[in-house]
């Protein structure tokens, strides 16, 4: 029984790294229809601002801050470079994901240019070593303090997205930009404004991951978007709510995959699920909540 | 206008042929073939290259070799096979080269190796540690230790010092070299009568192990056996120890896993894990002393075992050039690279065995304050 | 010259095989682009074609014909198995579907070794394909896309692309046509997969991840979706690319990104649309039209 919750805790924490990460990318596609496939790169982006950051002496929560402000410049970037560019010229949709492939591809390169290919970690923190163990189950302070956090980010977001007038902006452009139009919502910066949130929990999952499992390479986005991409379409694409939910759900199926099933597996299983998912609830599995999407 | 763009991309191509080095009797050119970009392979590829052109640097400038003079072409093939294959042709046909090092991959060792089998060029490995790799030809040469070969020693001393009855094994399902690392082990723990309680997988780009290390707690193993790369392997001991794993329950790594930043990712967790290797840094040989200084000059960081091999086979290839006397007759280098013994090198005296694969002592080493100590018995 | 022309070939001649490989899978993305499908499923195809046709070969030992041929159809109707229940799904649905059987399929190849060997692969494959069998089969599949514009089942195609509503309310078959483009696709990705295999001695499964997949729908996409010698200049292009730019070491990942990202920029309508350039009103035409079938789509 106890590897039961061991097993639960474990995919809690996993789960919420996954769920921040998503959060970003439904958002884009909510406002958009398009995904960012550089949402990857700035999550690594985000682990490396946040690592230089740390090593710079600046304590964990403003070394988070310079992740999430990095991570939503890059975003902008790409909105202003790729993605505004392509609008204005009337480029297929197609071409924006091939461009922010490119994008991504060229933010490798470069990590790999200034910080080597070698992977690093976070300094170590005595505090967040501490673990209790309760009836056998080993439960870590940084597990908790990252839980905290992912929570936080997804209240934060939530309240920008409903309280805030950027937010109502946002709202509006994704139900209809000639809407957005005509109601008076400037739609160029609004759009910019999401790129710029959905950079900015992309870099704040990138130091987060990267705290909880001790690793920073240029590599680390790779994955990490695949796994973005599946919360996406368990969650129902351009739905916060759902991306949060199939975030857990994610990190909660690939751990008792891994525990019940056979961790070989452990991919297929939760592609296979996908597959599923898509053919008996088409738009995600939490369509009925469309009408709340951002 | 189809047949323009054709004209175009055509001179291009051309362009690249003419500008291959002018050949001269004095210059002797060596491929160089690791991927320093594209993913994972580049953290392997970068060591051996570095590895390989402090070497080159340092016979060139001693002159032992006369009148000789090597030249180095890296060519990065980022671990894609296909480059792999267009870059050994490149050096076979173009730059003639006499001895092509690398790939830095086994997956492109089996693609490309066999045409430089069939042009009679050698081919001298320092990061291929499958099997079946020398056996592709008789040109076919590697001067990492297959894990075959080191893995024996380490079990025997964990078993002296652990007395396992029972084993539990988690390997990186996706990795050429983690798989056959996996079928070692198991071959030899079986054969020494451990059982095999609990048997996990991993992907490339994992990094969240506790799934499988929860289960593998729950088994209760006496020891734990890593098929991981050294930053896999890291997290690995850092998790497992952190989910309560004791530290009584023995940590036994592959080969692969040996480098300076295992005990810079997994902090204390790393200490007391056990690892066989032909090299490592702290070896005391003043060969390997001098190597280690040169290589902290030369790139101000840490050389791993990858660089010591790679530095160690463009040795070879200085001895061998010598006993050949040239580099006219690929034959001759070929026989000459075979017959290597008793070199003096960076990991002791080194030779080739009948089968081009490394005899080298393989040594058994403990981590310990973060540091790789041979183990006492 | 003769000599020159001999070391040219021994110097490059896989190069040249590469850009010929790449260039039919090009076709087989082409196509199902041609109706808006942007399928990830091509690693997963090849893996199918390559596999099933080393069996074949070295297994079966059958001769190479047939063996492609039968790796070519066990990703066809791999293709039409997965194309029934997905072709439903909206655009970026289909993509994440078709990336899931890819990803599946690679997971299977992983754990099923007594077939593929697992992570270890297969090495020491006979080969077999030649520059001129490459060669061939891009011409045969040139000659159909050729075809297969002019004909009716073009047409409906090109009405689907524009709007598949419209396409439907008009009479045309939606499912039907895309399900058979789908098939095509898969049977052209096998072929692709079966003859890479007997090319480079060796196949593992990382060869036919999303990476493969990716690079696939970026051939015809940067060629030019509109023309038919658009997948053959993206083909040859993207493969050329990283041998030109060896010499940039470690910039090269760098330069590349950039050059790609350059010409999605500056040539939205992908390479081949540098043609159009000289006729300014065409082009704007063309821009218009393809912003207004974004719109609709959205």
């Known amino acids: 029984m106890s590897t039961f919750f061991q097993q639960l805790v474990n995919g809690i924490s996993l789960g919420s790294t996954y769920a921040v990460f998503a959060m970003g990318c439904t958002l884009i596609f909510g406002v958009l229809n398009i995904v960012n496939m550089a949402q990857g790169a700035f999550f690594m982006a985000g682990a490396y601002f946040g690592l230089e950051a740390a090593r710079l002496g600046l304590p964990t929560p403003l ?81 908790v303090v990252i839980l905290v956090v992912s929570l936080l980010l997804m209240a934060l977001l939530a309240f920008v997205l409903q309280r805030s007038s950027t937010g109502r902006a946002i709202r509006t452009v994704a139900f209809s930009e000639d809407v957005a139009r005509i109601v008076g919502v400037p739609v160029g910066r609004t759009i910019l404004a999401t790129f710029f949130l959905a950079g900015a929990l992309a870099g704040a999952a990138g130091m987060l991951l990267g705290n909880l499992f001790n690793v920073v390479s240029p590599f680390m986005g790779e994955q990490m978007l695949v796994k973005g991409l599946t919360v996406i379409i368990i969650g129902g694409l351009g739905n916060v709510p759902g991306a949060v939910a199939g975030g857990f759900m994610l990190g909660l199926i690939e751990v008792f995959s891994v525990a019940y099933v056979s961790s070989s597996f452990r991919d297929a299983i939760g592609f296979g699920l996908i597959f599923f998912i898509l053919l008996v609830k088409p738009n995600g599995l939490f369509s009925g909540f469309e009408e709340r999407r951002a | ?55 080159i640097e340092e ?207 997994a902090g204390d967790a790393a200490d007391g894990f056990t690892v066989g290797s032909g090299w490592f840094i702290q070896y005391d040989s003043p060969k390997n002393k001098a190597f280690v200084a040169a290589y902290r000059k030369k790139y101000n960081s840490d050389p791993d075992n990858f660089a010591a091999q790679a530095y160690t086979s463009v040795y070879i290839v200085a001895d061998a050039l010598k006993r050949a006397g040239g580099v006219s007759d690929l034959k001759k280098l070929r026989d000459a690279i075979a017959a290597t013994k008793d070199l003096e090198a960076n990991n002791g005296s080194f030779s080739f065995d009948d089968h081009r694969e490394p005899a080298v002592a393989p040594k058994v080493l403990v981590m310990k304050g973060g540091k790789f100590i041979l183990a006492a018995d | 010259m003769n000599a020159w022309i001999t070391q040219f070939f021994a110097s490059y001649s896989n190069i040249i095989d590469l850009c010929l490989l790449n260039s039919l899978i090009a076709y087989g993305l082409f196509l199902a682009l041609s109706a808006n499908m942007f399928s990830l499923a091509t690693g997963g195809f090849m893996a199918l074609g390559a596999y099933c046709s080393v069996y074949c070969t070295m297994v079966l030992g059958l001769s190479f014909a047939p063996a492609v041929f039968a790796g070519a159809l066990l990703a066809a109707l791999a293709a039409a198995a997965i194309g029934v229940p997905v072709l439903r799904l909206r655009g970026d649905y289909f993509m994440l579907a078709t990336f899931a059987f890819t990803e599946v399929t690679r997971v299977v190849a992983l754990n099923w070794e007594s077939v593929t060997g697992g992570a270890i692969g297969i090495f020491s494959i006979p080969r077999y394909t030649e520059t001129w069998h490459l060669v061939l089969a891009v011409a045969v599949v040139v000659y159909i896309a050729h075809t297969l514009r002019r004909s009716y089942f073009g047409r409906a195609i090109a009405a689907i692309k524009q709007d598949d509503v419209v396409a439907q309310s008009m009479g045309v078959n939606v499912f039907a046509h895309r399900l058979a483009l789908f098939i095509a696709s898969g049977f052209i990705c096998g072929a692709g997969g079966a003859l890479a295999a007997h090319l480079n001695y060796f196949i593992g499964p990382g060869d036919f991840g999303l990476a493969r ?8 996409i940067l060629g030019g979706v509109n023309a038919l010698a658009g997948p053959l200049v993206g083909a040859i292009f993207t493969t050329l690319l990283p041998e030109v730019l060896r010499f940039s070491n470690q910039l090269r990942e760098i330069l590349m990104g950039a050059l790609v990202v350059a010409i999605v920029l500056y040539l939205p309508g992908g390479a081949m649309s540098i043609l159009k350039l000289r006729w300014p009103g065409a082009t704007a035409r063309e821009t218009k039209l393809a912003a207004a079938t974004e719109q609709a789509q959205s």
């Open chain 1, 63 to 143: 070394a988070l801050v310079v992740a999430l402000l990095g991570g939503g410049l890059l975003g902008m970037l790409s909105e202003l470079v790729i993605f505004r560019t392509l609008r204005a010229r009337g480029g297929h949709r197609w071409m924006g994901l091939v461009a922010s492939l490119a994008l991504a591809r060229m933010m490798v390169g470069l990590a790999q240019e200034i910080f080597g290919t070698q992977v690093q970690r976070y300094p170590a923190n005595g505090l967040l070593q501490i673990s209790w163990e309760i009836a056998d189950v080993r439960i870590q302070l940084l597990q």
């Open chain 2, 59 to 265: 016979i060139n400038a001693s002159g032992r070799l006369g009148d000789y003079k090597l030249i180095g072409i890296h060519q990065d093939d980022a671990g894609d096979r296909g480059q792999s294959v267009n870059i050994f042709q490149r050096l076979i046909n173009q730059e003639k080269v006499a001895v092509i090092l690398g790939p830095t991959l086994a997956t492109s060792a089996f693609a490309a190796d066999p045409l430089a089998q069939k042009a009679g060029v050698p081919v001298i490995a320092s990061s291929n540690t499958a099997p079946g790799i020398t056996d592709m030809g008789d040109y076919i040469f590697r001067t990492s230790p297959p894990e075959s070969m080191v893995f024996p020693g380490v079990l025997a001393y964990v078993k002296r010092k652990y007395a396992p009855k029972t084993a539990a094994q988690i390997y990186g399902i996706d990795d050429t070299l983690m798989k056959s690392a996996y079928a070692v082990h198991k071959k030899a723990l079986e054969s020494e009568g451990i059982k095999i309680v609990a048997t996990e997988t991993f992907q490339k780009g994992d990094v969240d192990y506790s799934a499988q290390l929860t289960k593998i707690k729950a088994a209760n193993p006496d020891i734990l056996v890593i098929g991981g790369l050294a930053e896999e392997t890291a997290n690995i001991v850092r998790q497992a120890r952190q989910l309560g794993i004791p530290p009584s329950t023995g940590i036994l790594g592959a080969n692969a896993a040996i480098s300076n930043k295992l005990a810079e990712l």
């Open chain 3, 213 to 220: 997949s990716v690079d696939a729908l970026t051939y015809p």
């Open chain 2, 1 to 55: 206008m189809k047949r323009s763009v054709f004209a175009l991309l055509l001179s291009a191509v051309g362009a690249m042929a003419f500008s291959s080095a002018a050949m001269s009797e004095t210059l002797v050119n060596i491929g160089i073939v690791q991927a320093t970009s594209g993913g994972s392979a580049a953290l392997y590829g970068v060591m051996q290259k570095n590895g390989a052109e402090l070497a």
